[in-house]
């Protein structure tokens, strides 16, 4: 059993960042697949960033790209979410999630357990 717990959300400006943490208990992050959702309010849920098995590789969805980027404590067993030049559109919950290693899809149902999200909201 994986208990993760999220942090770091708040009310930010267009253009401004935060960072998203997610500590872990009851397995290592780095022997899983640990990734990033968002929901929007009647929105699906969607994955916005993933890293694999290893913590070498990452994948972030285009709208993302270049700005988000996903990353691994091994000492601490957290995993991050640097959101930078945050837009009106990144507002959402943000989950995160871990699945089984080898797992490459970035799907909800692909993931066995989940935080209880934490808010993000970007105003102009």
């Known amino acids: 059993l994986v208990q993760l717990v999220e942090s770091g959300g708040g009310s930010v400006q267009a253009g401004g960042s935060l960072r998203l943490s997610c500590a872990a208990s009851g397995d290592t992050l780095s022997n899983l697949v640990v990734a990033w959702f968002r929901q929007a309010p009647g929105i699906a849920r969607e994955g916005v960033a993933v890293i694999y098995s290893g913590g070498t590789e990452t994948y972030y969805v285009d709208s993302v790209k270049g700005r988000f980027t996903i990353s691994l404590d091994n000492a601490q067993n957290t995993a991050y979410l640097q959101m930078n030049n945050l837009q009106l559109e990144d507002t959402a919950m943000y989950y995160c999630?871990?699945?089984?290693?080898?797992?490459?899809?970035?799907?909800?149902?692909?993931?066995?357990?989940w935080g209880q999200g934490t808010q993000v909201t970007v105003s102009s």
């Open positions: 999630a871990t699945g089984d290693a080898g797992l490459r899809r970035l799907h909800e149902d692909s993931f066995n357990y």
